[in-house]
Nanobody
């Protein structure tokens, strides 16, 4: 599966930003898409995930209530809407694909290249 994340940029605290992940190729079994992020000097951490049908979503506590993950299978795209952004959300955001639901990095076999989100105070 090939994934390409886009939509990052520089915003101010309290602003909103939407990220997109274009999914192509691979096997149809890799249907869970997750978003992770990695801030400078920190480990890559789980942000949100969605299953193939969109009926299962899960969020990290740090983003719950502010971020929303959705998918459009007709367009092979997964979207991460980020509202009420904080400086602590500054990171490179990656989308990844897995064949099962999980919040651990090792569950995900395929990764996109990442897109930088910078939130200024």
């Amino acid at each position: 599966v090939q994934l390409q994340a886009s939509g990052g940029g520089l915003v101010q605290a309290g602003d909103s930003l939407g990220l997109s992940c274009a999914v192509s190729g691979g096997t149809s079994s890799k249907r869970v898409i997750g978003w992770f992020r990695q801030a400078p000097g920190k480990e890559r951490e789980f942000v949100a995930l969605i299953n193939w049908t969109g009926t299962v979503t899960y969020y990290a506590d740090s983003v719950k209530g502010r971020f929303t993950i959705s998918r459009d299978n007709a367009k092979n795209t997964v979207h991460l809407q980020m509202n009420s952004l904080k400086p602590g959300d500054t990171a490179v955001y990656y989308c990844a694909a897995a064949s099962r639901i999980g919040t651990i990095k090792t569950v995900y076999d395929d990764w996109g290249q990442g897109t930088l989100v910078t939130v200024s105070s």
